[in-house]
């Protein structure tokens, strides 16, 4: 059974930094690109970062570029999401989801598993 859990997430002041992590288990991580999505109160749905199964290509919203860096770890089956420079507008929950193969996709579609989420809250 593929499992996704996400952790990280917390309040934290304007400016502030967090880093998401996301473990999962029940497939081979290392061939799977993944992504990391948010939704905040009362907006759709949004694929904030993604990257390839083998970390060699990244992608990146405008609205986070700069901000945020997306790693993994494939040895610990272990994706990653490093948020700097905070703004209240980054408040949502965050999500990882597994893309269908080995290049990401910006579609949601795309992605076949999916975490619970963990809530992050930029407020002073």
């Known amino acids: 059974q593929e499992k996704l859990v996400e952790s990280g997430g917390g309040l934290v002041q304007p400016g502030g930094s967090l880093k998401l992590s996301c473990a999962t288990s029940g497939f081979n991580f290392d061939i799977y690109a993944m992504g990391w999505f948010r939704r905040a109160p009362g907006k759709a749905s949004e694929l904030v970062a993604a990257i390839s199964s083998n970390a060699d290509n990244s992608y990146y919203i405008d609205a986070v570029k700069g901000r945020f860096t997306i790693t993994r770890d494939n040895d610990l089956n272990t994706l990653y999401l490093e948020m700097n420079d905070l703004r209240p507008e980054d408040t949502a929950l965050y999500s990882c989801?597994?893309?269908?193969?080995?290049?990401?996709?910006?579609?949601?579609?795309?992605?076949?598993?999916w975490g619970q989420g963990t809530q992050v809250t930029v407020s002073s």
């Open positions: 989801a597994k893309s269908q193969g080995p290049l990401f996709s910006l579609a949601p579609h795309n992605y076949g598993a």
